[in-house]
């Protein structure tokens, strides 16, 4: 007689069987199941904080020389944004910076993703910008949809130092040639030990390596003698900018000033000009962040732009002698220095920068 | 002898199983919880946002200027335990609601404030605590988050010290919550 005692009846086996299978599937589904327990904003939000810390609190990456000075060409070495003018001072940006990271060259999203928002997911985001008094907002990248993480950071933008020096300030300092001469020379001196060591805080500092250079000088020609007797030349210009250098080392503290190359294409009146450049009454020159670098001027090196004026004959050929004009051969440099008498130091203006990702 | 007991009625076994299964899969796919933990982002946002403010109310506009606006506030001509509570008020707001793409208003984000500032009473080694400003009285219901900034003042508190104006240091403590 059979038997049945310890057999599998078919049902058995294949309720067993799509158990398994559901169970084998199921267990390899759980850690999809259990993202829907996060709340969907929390990786977005600390995706934010993280963007806003590095912006807000970092210098970037390369620092020196510093990221925004280095042409579109070389994007490939930029690894990191940040905007602070540098990690011992957080919340205070560069406006060089920040110029820099908005301006259109950069395509979205792929160039900031990798700079900035970092991660393997690919994050969609918004960041916005506005400066205190402007209506303005400088923002890169979508409109946010309904659920995303934001952070938003009170920041102040570090502005420009400029030197103004007018009719008055060149009669008071004698900038201005007692001979009658057809060549003019008006020296500024940038004293790098003054300039670094004087003012420790980057937040205030005039760092000539990262930030604008800039010399508005008006009434050129006001002090020029006997115009009135046709003394005065017509056409007068900015014929080359020579810069020149001191570089102080131990064994020889005071070295001689050598002259080693030429400005060739400096910023005048606000565009690039190639010289030499005709001049008016004004002059605007801007030596633009990342121009001198630590090859061209080390923390002690004493660096002067000669600045060389010629003086024509209405036929714009023949040199023409003039006497007053710009001059401060005989009286010494500019100072470029922290002295509120010659410059305007740099001032903090209020921002806001908000973050949003998706 | 062939008989049904301990057997599983296939049909209605798969379907039951199916269906728990895939219910399971909709409930727990389908629930976004906010749970307690989640709680610690809308604070670290605020935190944030009050300690940057603090943080630029006392930084000087320029490097030529001594004080900041903050130290300002504190100093107040230099009258003791008082301090310019409207100057901070409009100040602190201004920091706070600031956003881009929008004027800055005084209430958008319907943000309320407790300030105070705390010092170290030398006569009676004890520390002492004055009101600074308010935009609205703590009534117990609400969860602010603390942000403090250190400030350092030339000015005499309660309890001496500072009379020879030897700067003080005091702590700037905010009190900050939404509606």
């Known amino acids: 007689m059979t038997d049945d005692a310890g057999n599998l009846s078919i049902d058995f086996l294949a309720g067993f069987t799509i158990f398994l299978i559901a169970f084998i599937y199921i267990a390899t589904l759980i850690p999809g199941l259990f993202i829907g327990l996060q709340s969907r904003t929390v990786d977005y939000d600390a995706v934010a904080y993280r963007t806003g810390v590095i912006l807000v609190e970092d210098p970037g990456m390369p620092y020196n020389p510093a990221w925004e000075t280095l042409a579109d060409s070389h994007k490939g070495d930029m690894l990191r944004f940040g905007l602070a003018v540098s990690k011992d001072s957080p919340n205070i940006l560069s406006s060089q910076k920040v110029d820099r990271f908005f301006c259109r060259t950069w395509s979205y999203p792929d160039d900031y993703r990798s700079r900035v928002i970092f991660g393997d997911y690919p994050y969609l985001f918004n960041i916005s910008f506005q400066q205190a008094g402007s209506n303005l907002t400088r923002s890169i990248g979508d409109n946010p949809p309904d659920e995303y993480g934001y952070i938003r950071r009170v920041v102040k933008v570090k502005g420009n130092s400029n030197a103004s020096i007018d009719d008055s300030k060149i009669r008071a300092y004698m900038f201005n040639s007692s001979d009658n001469v057809t060549t003019d020379v008006f020296s500024i001196h940038l004293n790098f030990t003054n300039l670094l060591g004087d003012e420790p805080d980057p937040a205030y500092q005039i760092n000539p390596y990262n930030d604008q250079i800039m010399v508005n000088i008006s009434g050129m020609n006001v002090s020029v003698v006997n115009k009135s007797l046709g003394a005065e030349a017509q056409h007068t210009t900015l014929e080359a900018i020579q810069i020149c250098r001191s570089k102080p080392i131990s064994t020889n503290p005071h070295p001689p000033v050598v002259c080693f190359a030429n400005f060739t294409s400096p910023i005048v009146d606000n565009k690039q000009v190639d010289l030499p450049y005709p001049i008016e009454d004004n002059l605007s020159l801007i030596i633009p962040p990342g121009f001198i670098t630590t090859d061209l001027a080390d923390a002690n090196t004493q660096l002067y732009f000669n600045l060389t004026f010629n003086h024509y004959d209405t036929d714009n050929v023949t040199l023409f002698p003039e006497n007053g004009y710009l001059n401060n051969t005989g009286s010494g440099p500019f100072e470029y220095t922290y002295d509120p008498k010659n410059i305007t130091l740099p001032k903090l203006q209020d921002g806001v920068l908000e973050v949003s990702v998706w | ?179």
Do not use: C
């Not at chain 2, 107040?76 to 208003?105: A, C, E, P, R």
């Not at chain 2, 703590?138 to 942000?147: A, C, D, I």
């Not at chain 2, 030339?154 to 939404?178: I, M, Q, S, Y």
């Open chain 2, 1 to 179: 002898m062939v008989n049904e007991h301990g057997q599983l009625y296939t049909i209605e076994g798969v379907a039951a199983a199916l269906i728990m299964l895939f219910s399971a899969y909709l409930v727990l796919g389908a629930t976004s919880v906010y749970t307690p933990g989640d709680t610690h982002i809308s604070d670290m946002q605020l935190e944030q946002l009050g300690t940057d403010a603090l943080r630029m109310m006392n930084t000087p506009v320029n490097g030529s200027s001594s004080t900041s606006p903050l130290q300002d506030i504190l100093y107040y001509n230099g009258v003791q335990g008082q301090f310019d509570g409207t100057g901070f008020n409009t100040l602190f707001l201004n920091y706070v609601n600031n956003q881009t793409g929008s004027k800055i208003d005084n209430a958008p984000n319907g943000l309320h404030y407790n300030a105070t500032v705390s010092y170290y009473n030398i006569a009676n080694k004890t520390t002492g605590t004055l009101p600074l400003s308010t935009n609205r009285n703590l009534t117990g219901g609400e969860h602010p988050v603390r942000v403090t900034e250190w400030v350092i003042v030339n000015k005499t508190f309660p309890g001496g010290g500072g009379t020879d104006f030897k700067p003080r240091a005091v702590l700037v403590e905010v009190l900050l919550w939404r509606d």
